[in-house]
């Protein structure tokens, strides 16, 4: 069934508040990983306000999906949801960097309602997913999902029915990592089909084109050639990316594990920041960037 | 003839393995959350699993770094992965994967890891970092048995404890096999040293395969007319630091003795709470700042006790150096 306009309108609005909330947060720590974070608002607005089975009253909900930010700089991304969501103070986006705040400098479990996975060591977030993954199939073959579950997710079932699916979100840095890899292997072997990854393919790492620093195409191929479904979208299109999450939902039971080729643009959303294509931004760029971000999401 | 604690019964050497093997075996029995996460090693005690629960064996693969991050994201989901393997790899090629995915959040993950000095494979996997390797790591507890009946104990015990452990298997894998120490019914306690023996004169805390040693070199010395403690510290993180106090207090003279490198180890472990505590004369018996190599344990020689200076011989030696910087002091 198609998406309506009015809600890709909402979501749309949706990535503007989550844009205007990164500001605050970069206003108040005067940098950040900006490039990155910018490129993924419109994937984790679809995932967090449309797509994923979260109950805002309990963060910690056992049959919530889980979404693994393995890419964990982008952390102030998901700050910016779980503060619209309720799961942070609003008044603590300011405190980014800062000693004993919830906005740690990497995404924190520990610290954080709401994060999965305490990251920032690249490379790993993709395995850590897998294992609850694997965890949901040796779950759910002992114990089926409620009751409620089947009853709430009828309109995704097809042929099997996770008690949560799990998102993870890579750079595509960091799919240099060779971890990403043994992960790829694990997630085919253990057919997990509740297993969703979405690369975050801006193009750009700190020292230049991701491709001329480790030639990582045909990066499809390699996905395709481990053993997944994969498929491409403009990550900056939403409807195009709840489409396809959806059109994941549909495929479960074929035993593979799937990814989301996400093309994006470092820096979405900030002329200057697009332009740079830079990783973490500084001084006059930073400062200039704000201005320009501040007038334009509010 | 030296006289020995409770709970302590020196016999012919029992493989560890087979203690490692019981303990998985009644652990895996008690709690129906624990998995078995293979790196293509094999698993002390797998054919529990085979014939009970073949469906709580995860095969990892040649891909440690992977294993423990998978194991993390396993535990965040209520299960209790234990991990198997060279700790070259299980500890030393995953350490950031044990840094960032599992202690942060306290996962309850158990890797159970060999190590040490001994054995034929060379340098790769003699590998004697470990303790120094993860003692750094905040909440990690590293223990490190005996014998096979502490082997056994360890295991269950780190399955009841919620959190991270890291069993590090040495005695009896990476080592000669190590006597046969404790009895049945030896109360094994996470975090709580075990005096084997009681004594004035000087105090031999080993851990691991170096407690046999330690054992022999106390019937050398008691044969000269001296009088030793030996501590048995199984525990090496959270260290019994009143034990460690306390046989200062009494005896004076501290050797330490570990079947890894003296540097990052048990010795400088105790160095630190004797300096801060209650400075006392100290010799450190272990792997001296160099790569272990291959060798082997014949009738005539066991080439790598020889060059480390790992026996019993040289623990007797260092009690008798120990104790008269002791003396000089006085």
Redesign the interface.
């Known amino acids: 069934m198609a998406h309506s306009e009015e809600l890709i309108r909402e979501l749309e609005k949706k990535a503007n508040v989550v844009r205007r909330n990164i500001i605050t947060i970069f206003e108040g720590s005067g940098s950040g990983h900006v490039g990155g974070t910018m490129s993924v608002v419109e994937i984790v607005t679809a995932l967090y306000f449309h797509h994923m089975k979260l109950d805002p009253k309990n963060y910690d909900w056992t049959e919530r999906d889980r979404l693994i930010l393995s890419k964990a700089h982008s952390c102030e991304a998901i700050y910016a949801i779980l503060a619209e969501i309720g799961w942070i103070p609003k008044e603590k986006l300011t405190t980014y960097y800062r000693f004993g705040s919830p906005l740690q400098g990497h995404a ?3 610290c954080t309602p709401g994060i ?6 690249l ?3 993709l ?10 199939k ?2 759910t ?1 002992k114990n089926p999902p409620s009751e409620f579950a089947k009853k709430y997710m009828t309109k995704y079932i097809t042929k099997y029915n996770p008690a949560y699916r799990v998102y993870c979100i890579l750079g595509d840095g960091e799919c240099h990592e ?2 990403v890899w ?2 790829a ?2 997630a085919t072997k253990y057919k997990l089909d509740n297993l969703i990854a979405i690369v975050d393919y801006n193009k750009y790492c700190i020292d230049g084109p991701t491709t001329e620093i480790l030639p990582i195409e045909p990066f499809v191929d390699k996905w395709k050639a481990f053993g997944w479904w994969v498929t491409e979208v403009d990550g900056h299109n939403i409807r195009q990316l709840v489409d396809v999450l959806d059109l994941t939902n549909n495929l479960y039971g074929d035993g593979r594990p799937k990814c989301i080729m996400a093309h994006t643009v470092k820096g979405r959303g900030i002329s200057k920041w697009e332009e740079s294509h830079s990783h973490h931004s500084r001084g006059d760029e930073v400062t200039e960037g704000l201005k320009e971000g501040r007038i334009k999401y509010g | 003839m030296v006289k020995f604690s409770n709970y302590v019964e020196i016999g012919e050497p029992v493989a560890t393995a087979a203690g490692i093997a019981k303990g998985v075996a009644q652990a895996a029995e008690k709690h129906d959350n624990m998995l078995a996460l293979l790196e293509d090693l094999g698993f002390p005690g797998i054919a529990w699993f085979l014939k009970n629960a073949p469906d709580r064996i995860v095969e990892c693969g040649i891909a440690e770094a992977n294993g423990a991050a998978v194991a993390a994201g396993l535990a965040a989901e209520g299960f209790m992965p234990f991990i198997y393997g060279f700790a070259f790899a299980t500890i030393g090629r995953a350490y950031n994967q044990i840094r960032q995915s599992i202690l942060p959040d306290r996962f309850n993950v158990k890797i159970m890891a060999r190590e040490g000095a001994w054995g034929g494979l060379g340098i790769s996997h003699n590998y004697v970092e470990g303790i120094a390797a993860t003692r750094v790591m905040p909440n990690l507890v590293i223990v490190n048995p005996a014998d096979a009946i502490e082997a056994e104990k360890s295991v269950m015990a780190i399955a009841d404890y919620i959190g991270p452990v890291f069993l590090r298997l040495e005695a009896g894998f990476a080592s000669p096999p190590p006597l046969k120490i404790f009895t049945e019914d030896y109360p094994f306690d996470i975090g709580k040293a075990y005096t084997i023996k009681d004594g004035e004169g000087a105090t031999i805390i080993a851990t691991g395969y170096m407690v046999t040693e330690a054992i022999k070199a106390s019937e050398i010395l008691d044969k000269e007319g001296i009088d030793i403690r030996i501590i048995n510290m199984s525990t090496i993180k959270p260290l019994d630091e009143n034990a460690v106090i306390k046989a200062a207090e009494k005896t004076g003279a501290i050797v330490t003795a570990e079947n890894h490198s003296i540097i990052g180890g048990l010795g400088e472990a105790v160095a630190a709470v004797l300096a801060e505590s209650i400075p006392t004369p100290m010799v450190r018996i272990g792997v001296g700042d160099e790569f272990s190599q291959s060798g082997v344990i014949t009738e005539e020689v066991d080439e790598l006790k020889v060059h480390f200076k790992l026996g019993a011989e040289d623990i007797a030696l260092a009690v008798k150096e120990c104790i008269a910087k002791k003396n000089q002091l006085r």
């Open positions: 924190d479990r520990w999965e996975y305490s990251g920032g060591s490379g790993q977030g395995s850590f997913a897998a294992g609850l993954s694997l965890a949901e040796l779950k073959q060779g971890q043994e992960a292997m694990f």
